[in-house]
Nanobody, 123 residues
């Protein structure tokens, strides 16, 4: 499985941005997650979605502003980010778990990782 994140960029505070992750390989039966890492900080969980999209989970810091979704037919999953804040500035990484149901929030539960896409929110 290979993951390629894209769609990052510069956006003003309060704005919106959608990033996506294209997967090659059999990810239709994998729970997927988005993590982010700001300069000097640890990588942290942002959002996750089960293989069937029946379960989603969000970090408290983004709940209500960010929506995760997936299109298994396109091997792509998405992160729609609204009401962005400067503290959302980070490199965003997509990740695939090796199981379909549980949406884990820790990096060690994800087997495959994309290369990251930078999101910068200006104040």
């Amino acid at each position: 499985v290979q993951l390629q994140a894209s769609g990052g960029g510069l956006v003003q505070a309060g704005g919106s941005l959608s990033i996506s992750c294209l997967a090659s390989g059999r990810t239709f039966n994998c729970a997927m997650g988005w993590f982010r890492q700001a300069p000097g900080k640890e990588r942290e969980f942002v959002a996750g979605i089960s293989a069937s999209s029946g379960t989603t989970n969000y970090a408290d810091s983004v709940r209500g502003r960010i929506t995760i979704s997936r299109d298994n037919a396109k091997n792509t999953f998405y992160l729609q980010m609204n009401s962005l804040k400067p503290e959302d500035t980070a490199v965003y990484y997509c990740a695939a778990s090796s199981q379909p149901l549980m949406v884990f929030t820790t990096t060690n539960r994800y087997k495959y990782w994309g290369q990251g896409t930078l999101v910068t929110v200006s104040s």
